[in-house]
């Protein structure tokens, strides 16, 4: 790092050190998990491990770093019955992941959301659910506890056949404020029940917010970047914070084999579109999983 950059390293503000406390806070997140859910309606665990990739890891507009990655999670959550025109909902879920290349990434995720779903008729549903989320990351800097919540409208067209729009703002506040973030999601979905085990969704979402971006050293200290700019030892280059515009397109699918055993995929494609220019890039998963 030249003496520029670590200058400007020196000016990097952090938040109030979220990341200091989250070991001691995911230690204590399953115990809610275990105690808080209630075992009423649709409720169940589950737990899974799945492959994935991105082809952009570090959001660089010079091309960007592929990797792999594999993970596990174990989850809880209650779906509504059916029965009512409102009913609660919840859902915990627990995640690690590894990368195969950058090791800095390696993570470990919490994520709980409470939830309300109305039927105010037949095929159509509201659902409303805020959410708390803590992370911990190999590489302190971005790790963080973020905070939002999604509205999600769902219209039953025929049995086999729906359409879902939904509106979602998140606020992630990491150990490093670069890799801090507000941001607010729309999307829309079209999804089919193949057949009476298969699932398959079309979906497009536009996000407007934050982002972390890799850059090099053809942007100037006095671009504007100065104080959310800051060496990263995970990519080994200066990021800096910046506003983003960001259209995304997926298709995923998922199967059930039996009651219990269940598998799924997923394909992104995105554009991202800053200050500091745009780039396309690709991610996908694949995985299995078992319900309890």
Do not use: C
Request: overall charge negative.
């Amino acid at each position: 790092m030249d003496a520029g950059s670590a200058g400007e390293a020196t000016m990097e503000r952090r938040s109030a050190g979220p990341g200091k406390n989250i070991p001691s806070i995911l230690a204590v997140f399953p115990l809610i998990l275990l105690l808080a859910n209630p075992r009423v309606g649709l409720a169940g665990w589950e737990a899974g491990t799945l492959a994935g990739f991105d082809t952009n890891v570090d959001r660089s507009v010079d091309g960007g770093e592929r990797d792999g990655f594999l993970s596990g999670y174990v989850g809880y959550s209650r779906l509504p019955t059916g029965e009512k025109r409102w009913d609660f909902t919840w859902s915990s879920t627990l995640e690690g992941g590894v990368y195969a290349r950058i090791s800095d990434l390696d993570y470990v995720t919490f994520t709980a959301a409470p939830g309300i779903v109305v039927v105010p008729r037949a095929f159509f549903s509201l659902g409303i659910s805020p959410f708390l989320e803590v992370k911990a990351v190999r590489d302190q800097d971005q790790s963080a506890v973020a905070f939002g919540g999604r509205v999600r409208l769902e219209e039953r067209i025929r049995r086999n056949l729906y359409l879902g729009q939904y509106y979602a703002y998140t606020n992630s506040r990491a150990e490093t404020d670069t890799f801090s973030f507000t941001e607010h999601s729309v999307g829309a979905f079209i999804g089919v029940a193949a057949t009476s085990a298969l699932q398959v969704e079309l979906g497009y979402e536009f996000t407007r917010g934050d982002s972390f971006r890799t850059i090099g050293t053809s942007v100037p200290s006095g671009s504007g970047f100065g104080m959310h700019r800051r060496f990263s030892s995970a990519f080994g280059a200066d990021v800096v914070r910046d506003e983003v515009d960001r259209h995304a397109v997926s298709l995923s699918a998922g199967m059930d084999w039996t009651p219990s055993l269940f598998s799924r995929a997923g394909y992104t494609a995105a554009d991202t579109e800053g200050d500091l220019g745009s780039y396309v890039s690709h991610s996908g998963f694949a995985g299995v999983g078992y319900r309890f």
